[in-house]
């Protein structure tokens, strides 16, 4: 029974933002080791938007950094504002040598998606991939691709 539910939890990812954890570190650690132990996946949303302290990125056991949208969306002409570049470069880089995966936020443009690229960024999510869907609607669309209809 209890390897059922890890391999049900093993294909759902918990976002978690980081001002929510670190408002209580500790207790975050408890509940997030608790609810890695079940085979949940985790997620450190809007990374490097709060007051965290790169020493405790150790303490949590996240599979995903996602870089939020307001570093993305500073553009300019070439797609990422320059001063944006180091900075997902570096959280880019951060997430390799940890061994966690990488989502760009709030990507809108296909410049963004190049020059994320480009930053050997792994995944994006936002308008220029496509509107948000409902369940349904996500349903129904995978089933048009699968049957060609």
């Given at each position: 029974?209890?390897?059922?539910?890890?391999?049900?939890?093993?294909?759902?990812?918990?976002?978690?933002?980081?001002?929510?954890?670190?408002?209580?570190?500790?207790?975050?650690?408890?509940?997030?080791?608790?609810?890695?132990?079940l085979?949940?996946?985790?997620?450190?949303?809007?990374?490097?938007?709060g007051?965290?302290?790169?020493?405790?990125?150790?303490?949590?056991?996240?599979?995903?950094?996602?870089?939020?949208?307001?570093?993305?969306?500073?553009?300019?002409?070439?797609?990422?504002?320059?001063?944006q570049?180091?900075?997902?470069?570096?959280?880019?880089?951060l997430?390799?040598?940890?061994?966690?995966?990488?989502?760009?936020?709030?990507?809108?443009?296909?410049?963004?998606?190049?020059?994320?690229?480009?930053?050997?960024?792994?995944?994006?999510?936002?308008?220029?991939?496509?509107?948000?869907?409902?369940?349904?609607?996500?349903?129904?669309?995978?089933?048009?691709?699968?049957?060609?209809?």
């Open positions: 029974m209890v390897s059922d539910h890890r391999q049900i939890a093993r294909h759902l990812k918990l976002e978690i933002t980081e001002s929510q954890v670190m408002s209580n570190p500790e207790h975050s650690a408890y509940v997030l080791n608790a609810l890695r132990a085979g949940l996946r985790l997620a450190l949303d809007d990374f490097g938007t007051h965290s302290s790169l020493s405790y990125l150790h303490r949590f056991p996240f599979d995903t950094i996602k870089i939020p949208a307001t570093f993305v969306q500073q553009t300019d002409d070439s797609g990422l504002a320059h001063t570049v180091p900075i997902i470069r570096s959280i880019v880089t997430a390799s040598e940890l061994d966690l995966s990488v989502i760009a936020e709030g990507v809108e443009t296909i410049e963004e998606v190049e020059r994320l690229q480009q930053l050997n960024c792994q995944y994006a999510q936002g308008f220029a991939f496509g509107a948000a869907m409902t369940g349904p609607e996500i349903t129904k669309r995978l089933q048009s691709q699968l049957t060609g209809r």
